[in-house]
């Protein structure tokens, strides 16, 4: 699965653009979460490097999400060892010592809503056609406990819960309300916005910023990190059920019928 993304490092400013290339919609399979993870990595491993921003190549979509081909119809190992690589993208993004910013410039449901979350700050491009948040329950599944304690530590507890329950998704100007996105701005200027946001970051001194950063997400990513072999375990047995998988089959019936 080569060139599903290209990653620019500018040497002279630090910012890396990691733009998203899976068509038709950057949904995010086994194969595509371990590119994600690994090119992170390569990046928080270069010192040359201080942020990075995420965006996607494809027109009018951010990321469709956990790839939905890679909850149905699997082997049990298969799901558990997907679902590891669901937990390493987050916990990767999550704990990065470095400045990520998500520039939103398409639809971003469940997972891709998820990874932006992750990030420390979210512009997103100010288009009514777009939708961002945890649309779960409307596919028939649970978000996870850390999907769930990532959206509370970024729009709070009592809208979490309502946007969970009812797997709200969020237009522009309504995700910015609740704060799901720090700021809207037209598409053509997204890229550009997202630099000019990282800079206020770079005024910081890394070390203190790192440490803040760490501070406030530690008891979060710690307490996937203490569960993660049962959070595993819990997904392969909830995702493998006989009424999961039918749930799974009617929403992707209806995702390919929407467009007859
Ligand atoms: N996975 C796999 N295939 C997908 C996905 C996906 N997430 N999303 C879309 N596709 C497919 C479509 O079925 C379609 O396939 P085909 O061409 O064969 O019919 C193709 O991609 C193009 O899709 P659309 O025609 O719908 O494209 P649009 O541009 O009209 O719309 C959207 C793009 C808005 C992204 C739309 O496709 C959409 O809403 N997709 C569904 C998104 C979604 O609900 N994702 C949720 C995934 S679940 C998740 O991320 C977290 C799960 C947590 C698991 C917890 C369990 C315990």
């Given amino acids: 699965s080569a060139s599903t ?13 990691m733009k998203l290339h899976s068509p038709p919609v950057n949904s995010l399979s086994l194969d ?18 201080r942020g990075v921003v995420v965006t996607s190549a494809l027109p009018k979509i951010f990321s469709a999400g956990l790839d ?13 060892e997907f679902w590891r690589a669901v937990q390493e993208m987050w ?10 910013v998500a520039a939103i410039n398409g639809s971003s449901p469940a997972g891709g809503c998820l990874l932006s979350m992750t990030c420390d700050y979210r512009i997103m491009a100010d288009n009514p056609r777009y939708s961002i948040g945890l649309n779960e329950t409307q596919l ?11 959206m509370v530590n970024t729009v709070g507890h ?11 998704l969020y237009s522009p ?32 001194p890394d070390h203190a910023r790192q440490i803040t950063k760490s501070a406030m997400r530690k008891p979060t990513i710690d ?38």
Wanted: hydrophobic share 45%.
């Fill in 158 to 168: 009592r809208t979490a819960e309502i946007a969970l329950q009812l797997g709200l």
């Fill in 223 to 260: 307490k996937l990190l203490s569960a993660r072999e049962t959070d595993i375990s819990n997904f392969v047995s909830f995702i493998t059920k006989d009424s999961i998988q039918k749930s799974l089959k009617l929403y992707l019936e209806n995702l390919r019928k929407k467009k007859a």
């Fill in 91 to 100: 916990l990767k993004f999550y704990s990065s010592r470095l400045v990520t």
């Fill in 140 to 150: 028939g599944i649970v978000a996870p406990f850390w999907f769930k304690d990532t």
């Fill in 5 to 17: 993304m290209t990653v620019d490092l500018d040497s002279s400013t630090g910012i890396a653009v």
């Fill in 68 to 80: 939905i081909l890679e909850m149905y119809g699997k082997s049990p190992e298969r799901c558990g």
């Fill in 32 to 49: 595509f979460l371990t590119e994600i993870a690994i090119s992170l990595e390569k990046l928080e491993m270069n010192k040359g490097c």
């Fill in 173 to 204: 100007q309504d995700a910015l309300k609740i704060g799901m996105v720090d700021e809207l701005v037209p598409e053509e200027k997204l890229v550009s916005t997202a630099t000019e946001a990282m800079a206020r970051w770079f005024a910081i």
